[in-house]
């Protein structure tokens, strides 16, 4: 029986042995193999981790350099005219002198963005059909630029807007270039465009802040007297041929480009001889000009009123105070009366009802807002012409103003310049322009300079501005002779 026992005990302990030693071999060192998985699963976390920093690294660099593209822009919009044509200069970039803000601020970005490695751009924004896409036109690098659905309906782009930003160049089978990011929309951050109000929701109200034209020109001061401009201000320029009214249209101007920092000075030039085109753009450096000549197609004339209007209105839209002197209404109507598809119908003159439509329009979008922002437009009327549609049109447009300077030919054929017919002239609601004290002078002197013939009043109004540094004192002046008698 010891022995059997013995025996059971024995086998007993070999299988325990058995069992035992797989576990002692699973428990010893790995194989080769098994060293290599491991191995391999600690590289790959490693190296995971590694490229998470990377990505973290990276992301924060290019957080910060959209910080600090954001900063440089910021910066760039805040500096005023002086200082940007000085930073123009140092970037060597041509015919800076005769650039407005706007153009600076555009032409120095597209060269900071070469420092950077990056190619910006801007155009006018062209929205084809309901949005779904646009082109930016008469763009900085030559060809348009493509711009997709989604970035017009994230900053609600419109026609006309002017859209700076980072340009890629054609990929594949691509034509046009793309915009990659939005960086300003009409010289903001495009931010501020998701606030902007449509220009029919703003409310209109009469003009209410006099523009300053200074006290150096005369016919400035004359103007200041007899009828003054205000923010918002819808005004007419009657004016026979050779009566000085581009000569008037530099003078304003240049005194309101002067005087009044905040107003950006636009000059809209239709039907007009190319010589003229050059001498105001010489004449007011300042001012953006935008023309079509005479020997243009009238299509391009009202194409190009029609831009001008629209930038306006965006402009406007954001706050802005935008003044345009436009020379002629009444060419520009000529314009449409051949443009425009017939209605069938004539009046006198020649002309289609339809045709003065759209001139009127343009006109009527002269306004001062309520809570900020203003368009005033100052448009010529030609009269005494020898055409009998030049009158009808004058006719049609002669209530629709607040403000009205005629020119007289009389004084301008005795070579009295400024040649305007100062009883006629004036504006609506002129006391909202000039205090109470004041106007009631202005109303003195021009009941005595009605007793005089109309050469006569001009020559005494003229040498009694020469006697004098400026309006005010005048005004002080003629009340102290009229309270001594």
Request: charged share 35%.
């Amino acid at each position: 029986m010891k022995t059997k026992e013995t025996k059971i005990e024995v086998e007993m302990g070999k299988n325990q042995q058995e069992q035992i030693e797989p576990v002692k071999k699973k428990r010893g060192r790995p194989k080769a193999s098994e060293t290599k998985e491991i191995l391999g699963l600690s590289e790959n976390l490693e190296e995971k981790k590694q490229i998470e920093k990377e990505e973290e690294t990276e992301k924060k660099n290019s957080s910060e350099n959209l910080n600090l593209e954001e900063e440089m822009i910021k910066d760039i919009l805040s500096q005023n005219v002086t200082k940007l044509k000085k930073m123009a200069k140092e970037y060597k970039i041509e015919n800076f002198s005769g650039m407005s803000k706007h153009e600076l601020i555009n032409a120095i970005l597209i060269k900071k963005g070469e420092e950077r490695g990056k190619t910006y751009g801007f155009g006018k924004l062209d929205v084809i059909g309901d949005g779904n896409y646009g082109f930016l036109r008469n763009t900085s690098i030559g060809p348009d630029v493509y711009v997709s659905m989604s970035q017009i309906k994230r900053f609600f782009l419109r026609n006309e807007d002017i859209v700076f930003g980072e340009l890629r160049i054609p990929i594949g089978t691509e034509k046009n270039y793309g915009i990659l990011k939005v960086l300003l929309v009409n010289g903001d951050l495009p931010e501020k465009s998701l606030e902007r109000p449509y220009f029919d929701d703003l409310v209109p109200s009469y003009p209410d802040e006099k523009l300053n034209l200074g006290s150096g020109e005369i016919s400035s001061r004359i103007i200041d007297l007899i009828s003054p401009i205000g923010k918002g201000q819808r005004g007419l320029i009657v004016a026979p041929p050779k009566a000085g009214k581009t000569v008037l249209l530099s003078t304003i101007a240049n005194d309101i480009i002067k005087y009044n920092p905040e107003i950006d000075v636009w000059i809209l030039l239709i039907d007009e001889r190319p010589e003229e085109v050059t001498d105001i753009k010489e004449n007011v450096k300042d001012a953006e000009v935008y023309a079509a000549t005479f020997d243009e197609d009238p299509r391009v004339h009202t194409e190009v009123t029609e831009n001008v209007l629209r930038m306006a209105k965006r402009q406007v839209e954001r706050g802005k105070n935008i003044l345009i002197l436009m020379d002629s209404l009444t060419r520009l109507a000529r314009s449409y009366n051949i443009t425009i598809p017939s209605s069938g119908k004539l009046i006198s003159g020649g002309i289609d009802p339809n045709a003065l439509y759209y001139p009127k329009r343009f006109l009527g979008a002269a306004r001062n807002i309520k809570n900020g922002g203003s368009l005033t437009i100052i448009a010529t009327a030609l009269v005494e012409t020898g055409s009998r549609m030049d009158e009808v049109i004058f006719e049609e447009f002669k209530g629709t103003g607040n403000m009205e300077i005629i020119l007289s030919r009389t004084l301008e054929q005795l070579r009295i310049f400024p040649a305007i017919d100062v009883l006629k002239s004036g504006t609506r609601r002129e006391e909202l322009l000039i205090p109470r004290e004041n106007l009631e002078k202005i109303w003195k002197l021009r009941r005595e300079l009605s007793e005089m013939s109309e050469v006569e009043g001009m020559r005494n109004l003229i040498e009694l501005i020469k006697k004098y540094k400026n309006n005010d004192e005048l005004l002080e002046d003629l009340y102290k002779v009229k309270k001594g008698k």
